[in-house]
């Protein structure tokens, strides 16, 4: 069907305006369902309008990775990932992350899945989320290739409760339409904070593990894209 082919439905009291091939234009005699349809059309435009504006800055998954470093035993250290994330630094400099509990990646398959299930039980807590402040007025005018450290207070939605986490990150302009955010400095997770201990013990007691430490070392690096 081409665009010329499109056909009138007519519903209710409306007739929807429609040409096809051979046949004459239909004009709407209904006013107030024509004043309806261009008040939802408005409505729809400025809620459109809306969510794009309040996200500024958007996070660019592909380009984004958050780590974590732990010890098992006494003295070998682990690394882990989340692979899935999700953000945004909206007009006001608020920025949230989202991170997907259930995207864990340490290398060894069954142990994501016994940290799914008994740390992090993402059936009932699925995501984790970082909420922070930036002054967003000295970010936009950072130019090309210029850098800035910003200290940051970064809360920690995690596992039920919630923590400040106090840190620095470096904020880079990549682009006119891109920003990079480094970890300064390292970001420490206390198990205890978040209800974890617990799930610690068991995932140690599986792998016949004398200890395994109840913190955790996070860093990252954020990649965001500009909205337009």
């Keep these: 069907m081409t665009a010329r082919d499109i056909r009138m439905v007519n519903v209710s009291c409306l007739d929807i305006i429609y040409t096809e091939r051979n046949e004459k234009s239909v004009a709407c005699n209904d006013n107030k369902g024509v004043t309806m349809i261009r008040k939802l059309g408005l409505l729809f435009l400025l809620f459109s309008l809306a969510t794009t504006a309040n996200a500024a800055w958007q996070l660019d998954n592909s380009n984004s990775w958050l780590s974590f470093l732990f010890v098992k035993k006494q003295d070998t250290a682990e690394v882990g990932k989340f692979k899935r994330l999700s953000g945004k630094v909206d007009d006001n400099g608020k920025a949230q992350l989202k991170i997907d509990l259930a995207s864990v990646d340490t290398n060894i398959l069954i142990r994501d899945e016994r940290m799914q299930a008994f740390l992090f039980q993402t059936l009932q807590y699925p995501y984790a989320t970082l ?65 974890l201990v617990k799930g610690i013990d068991i995932l ?20 965001f894209k500009k909205r337009q």
């Design 131 to 195: 909420t922070a402040d930036f002054p967003i007025d000295k970010i936009n005018k950072l130019a090309v290739g210029e850098m800035m450290v910003q200290p940051v207070s970064v809360q920690l939605d995690f596992h039920g409760a919630k923590q400040d986490i106090n840190g620095n990150v470096v904020v880079t302009r990549l682009a006119e339409d891109r920003l990079l955010v480094v970890s300064q400095t390292v970001l420490f997770v206390k198990a205890a904070y978040f209800d």
């Design 204 to 223: 140690r007691g599986l792998a016949g593990l004398p200890r395994i430490s109840s913190v955790v070392s996070v860093s990252f690096v954020f990649t």
